[in-house]
């Protein structure tokens, strides 16, 4: 028999408690290609790209399989003016289904679609599963994702790098001059005339 996915549970298993840890290794790997993940230049498969921890409540009603409870854990992306590691702390509260493949909505029923469509607010946790297991890595793989603000910040004021010379202007200063407004360049070999 296949190996299981690691973070999957036996559907004829449930109701059961579960805690899963996840490794920075993971962590980095499915964070990986995302613009503030990669800025930071840090190696594949970096231990140090976060931690995830969860602790789920887990029952089955039929086929229909619920989870609930607690995910914790951080992550570093880059600040996105200075480039900074960032430390980005996930305290979730959890509460999904998980539904076989064949009776997830179809993905043209977009929530407040023009055909009136009711807009259910559990949609919006749904995650599908196959056969007899159900896996909740895309649970947990969206949970760091969605973490990820679309602007990080290191801190709310950054003062992010001199756009000329590229020094971090957090712990430094330069001499450069702001640039001219472009929509003022033409005028700059003017010479006017001097009252
Ligand atoms: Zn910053
Ligand atoms: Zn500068």
């Known amino acids: 028999m296949a190996k299981p996915p690691p973070f ?6 449930l109701p059961a408690h579960r805690t899963f ?13 995302l613009p503030m993940r990669d800025a930071l230049g840090a190696p594949e498969a970096d231990p140090a790209a976060g931690v995830g921890h969860a602790d789920l409540e887990l029952y089955a009603d039929g086929e229909h399989v619920f989870a609930t409870g607690t995910f914790k854990g951080h992550l570093h992306v880059a600040c996105s003016r200075c480039v900074t590691e960032t430390k980005l702390v996930i305290d979730d509260r959890v509460q999904v289904t998980f539904l076989p493949k064949n009776e997830m909505p179809a993905d043209d029923a977009e929530p407040g679609g023009e ?5 259910n607010e559990d949609d919006l946790d749904l ?3 196959e056969g007899e297991w159900v896996d909740l890595e895309p649970l947990f793989r969206e ?10 910040l290191c801190r709310e004021d950054c003062k992010g790098l001199c756009p ?3 020094i971090d202007r957090n712990s430094a200063t330069c001499t450069c001059e702001k640039p001219l407004d472009p929509r003022l360049a033409p005028l700059k070999g003017l010479k006017l005339p001097s009252a």
């Open 8 to 13: 999957a549970v036996l559907l004829r298993d």
């Open 21 to 33: 840890d996840m490794p920075g290794e993971l962590v980095s790997e499915w964070l990986k290609g």
């Open 115 to 119: 055909d009136g469509a009711e807009v």
């Open 127 to 129: 995650f599908a599963y």
């Open 143 to 152: 949970e760091f994702v969605l973490a990820i603000p679309y602007a990080p």
């Open 164 to 166: 000329q010379c590229g």
